[in-house]
C-alpha cells in the first residue's frame, strides 16, 4: 500500500529486497523525497492517490518494465489517452524521449473534489524516466546520470511536494539517486561532501538504500566528475558568446 505518511508499506518483489517506504531528508530539506518500490497492479490506486494527497509534481523512475526478461516494475501510467485509478484520473499529454531517459507529462484530476470547495482538481505531473541503468549495476558513465539528477530534481517547483523516487523496490537505484541529489547540493552550497554520514543517516528511515558496493563506489566517481567537469550545460542565449570565448574554450577544452 502507498499511504500519505512517514512509513508507506510496499510489497516485496523479492529481486532488490523491498521493504518499507519512507520520506526521506534531502540536503537542508525535510520530506524532500519519497522513496517507494515500483507501483504493482493492486497498488496503483493508491499511488495515485498518494502523488495527489503529498503534492507531489515530479516522478522520477529508475528502471525499465522488463530488464534480464523479469518484470521490474508495472506499467502505471497510461500508454496514450486517459486511464482512471480509484478516484484519480491520470491523461499522458506528451512523451519526449532522450538518449538515456525520457520525459513524460501528465494530467491528473480528482473525480471525487469539488472545485468551488477544494480548488483546483487537476494538476500537472512530470515523470523523468531514465532507461539507462542496469538492475543491481551502474550506468557506463556517469555523466548522463547526473544531467538527469540535475534536471529532474530542479524541476520541482519550490512549493510543490517531495519528490516521488522509485526502482524495482525502492533501495539501490533509488538510494543511489537520493545520495547523488543531496550531495551535489551540499557540494553547490558548502563545497564538502560526505557521502557515508548522509547515507547512514537516510538508511536509518530505510534499509538497503545503496544496495550494492558497485552503486557505493559509482557515487563516489559521479561525483568527483561533477566537481571536475562543473556544469556542462549551456543556455542558448549564451552559447554564440561562450564559442568567441578563448579563455572558456580552453578551460572546457582541458
Known amino acids: 500500500m502507498f499511504l500519505p505518511i512517514d512509513a508507506l508499506e510496499t510489497i516485496d518483489r523479492g529481486d532488490e529486497g523491498g521493504r518499507k517506504s519512507f520520506t526521506y531528508y534531502g540536503y537542508h530539506k525535510s520530506r524532500a523525497f519519497i522513496g517507494t518500490q515500483g ?4 497498488t496503483f490506486d493508491c499511488f495515485w492517490r498518494m502523488i495527489w494527497e503529498q503534492r507531489v ?7 525499465n518494465l522488463v530488464e534480464r526478461g523479469r518484470r521490474k516494475c508495472d506499467m502505471y501510467w497510461p500508454k496514450d489517452g486517459t486511464e482512471t485509478y480509484g478516484v484519480i484520473q491520470v491523461k499522458l499529454l506528451q ?3 532522450m538518449a538515456t531517459y525520457t520525459v513524460r507529462t501528465f494530467q491528473i484530476k480528482h473525480l ?5 470547495k477544494q480548488g483546483s482538481i487537476e494538476k500537472i505531473v512530470y515523470q523523468y524516466h531514465y532507461t539507462n541503468w542496469p538492475d543491481h549495476g551502474t550506468p557506463d558513465h556517469p555523466l548522463p546520470v547526473l544531467n538527469f539528477v540535475k534536471k529532474s530534481s530542479a524541476a520541482n517547483p519550490q512549493d510543490a511536494g517531495p519528490i516521488v523516487v522509485h526502482c524495482s523496490a525502492g533501495v539501490g537505484r533509488t538510494g543511489t539517486y537520493i545520495v547523488l541529489d543531496a550531495m551535489l547540493r551540499q557540494i553547490e552550497h558548502k563545497e564538502v561532501l560526505n557521502v557515508f554520514s548522509f547515507l547512514r543517516h537516510i538508511r536509518g528511515q530505510r534499509n538497503f538504500l545503496v544496495q550494492t558496493e558497485e552503486q557505493y563506489i559509482f557515487i563516489h566517481d559521479a561525483l568527483v566528475e561533477a566537481i571536475a567537469s562543473g556544469e556542462t550545460n549551456i543556455k542558448p542565449d549564451q552559447l554564440i558568446e561562450q564559442l568567441n570565448d578563448y579563455n572558456f574554450q580552453a578551460s572546457q577544452f582541458k
Not at 507501483?39 to 493492486?42: A, N, R, W, Y
Not at 471525487?112 to 468551488?116: A, E, G, H, Q, V
Open 95 to 97: 512523451e519526449d524521449v
Open 112 to 116: 471525487k473534489l469539488k472545485r468551488k
Open 39 to 42: 507501483p504493482l497492479p493492486g
Open 57 to 63: 509534481a515530479i516522478i522520477v523512475m529508475i528502471t
